[in-house]
């Protein structure tokens, strides 16, 4: 059974019991701001074999590696101009840059699934702290079974993974509550290859040109782990619900007129006032909710596809996938 540290009272136990355990070979949950993290040695091949088990991951899908500082990630990946502007306006941040990784960077191929390319990424907050004190790279996927949904607090950890690991940092609530944006420069081009925390405009801005969205390109090719079906809870999950049956969870954004509401088994609302931020803060807790609720069947009012939208209705359409 995991035991539990508060990373707000207890910082300096936190850095220390969490190094000494990382340096163990094992893996702990880590508080980041998109979501918790399942973060293990990226160098030591046992430990990444530990993430992999404890989540049930398939071994072709590759972990994004966590860095203090982008002088860190520049040790072990080949920045190009792009890239590197992204990295100074974004990180710390929910931004993960995917990069030329660098010939005996020390990082095992395990966490890279043997590609020669690394997902990167600077977290905010103590995660950061961590990184720099243990002084290697963090290798993390959410902390949570393979296909099911992202942890985004202790608690999340501790239901699903709590048996299996050894030992869980606690931070409240991820201020984010969505994963990290992917993007891979190429040819002086950016590409999206999962839409994220950090909104694509956001990024356009700073960079001057368009993210290019991959066009009907399964993006399986793209970013291994992105399968379709994904992020799913029990229950069915059903998208841009105009009406809602009885026993239905429901789960809308900015107080839409939902007809049957007053039957719902659950009303959640990720943000009464139509705020994407706070939406996507909300939205794993609330699909844990709404599935701990009992109902068949969650459905779900449509949600604007602009700034954190596209990285829910991204989370939506895989909950909604069918299922293997
Ligand atoms: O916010 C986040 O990104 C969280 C926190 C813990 O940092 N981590 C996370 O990791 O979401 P994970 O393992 O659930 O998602 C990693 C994604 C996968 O879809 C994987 O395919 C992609 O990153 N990825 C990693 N390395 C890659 C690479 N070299 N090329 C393409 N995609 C890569
Ligand atoms: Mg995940």
């Not at 794993?284 to 209705?313: C, H, Q, V, W, Y």
Request: with cysteine.
């Amino acid at each position: 059974m995991a035991r539990h540290i508060d990373i707000l009272q207890y910082p300096e136990t936190a850095i220390a019991t969490a190094s000494a355990t990382l340096a163990d070979g094992l893996p702990i949950g880590l508080p980041t701001e998109t979501v918790y993290g399942l973060a293990a040695d990226a160098t030591n091949p046992a430990a990444i074999t530990r993430i992999y088990e404890t989540k049930g991951r398939p071994r072709f899908n590759p972990l994004i590696c966590h860095m203090s500082d982008l002088a860190m990630a520049e040790r072990y990946a080949i920045f190009d101009p792009i890239s590197r502007k992204l990295a100074e306006a974004f990180w710390p941040g929910p931004l993960t840059l995917v990069l030329p990784l660098r010939p005996e960077s020390g990082i095992h191929p395990l966490a890279t699934a043997g590609l020669d390319t690394v997902g990167i990424r600077v977290p905010q907050g103590f995660a950061g702290e961590l990184i720099r004190a243990f002084g290697r790279p963090l290798a993390a996927p959410s902390a949570n079974t393979s296909g099911k949904i992202s942890a985004t607090s202790a608690d999340h950890v501790h239901d699903d993974l709590g048996e299996r690991i050894s030992l869980i940092l606690d931070a409240g609530a991820s201020i984010v509550g969505v994963e990290s944006t992917i993007v891979k420069v190429e040819d002086g081009e950016m590409r999206l290859l999962r839409p994220g925390g950090l909104a694509a405009e956001e990024i356009e801005r700073v960079a001057g040109q368009p993210l290019k969205r991959k066009n009907g390109a399964s993006p399986a090719i793209e970013a291994p782990g992105m399968l379709a079906s994904h992020y799913a809870p029990g229950a069915a999950v059903r998208l841009d619900a105009t009406a809602v049956l009885p026993g239905e969870a429901l789960i809308r954004f900015g107080r839409p007129d939902i007809a049957g509401t007053e039957n719902a088994a659950i009303v959640l609302d990720l943000s009464p006032a139509g705020d994407l931020s706070e939406a996507a803060a909300n939205l794993f807790d609330f699909m844990k909710r709404a599935d701990g609720s009992g109902a068949a069947t969650i459905a779900f009012s449509s949600i604007p596809d602009e700034g954190l939208g596209e990285a829910i209705n991204d989370r939506l359409r895989r909950a909604a996938a069918p299922r293997e």
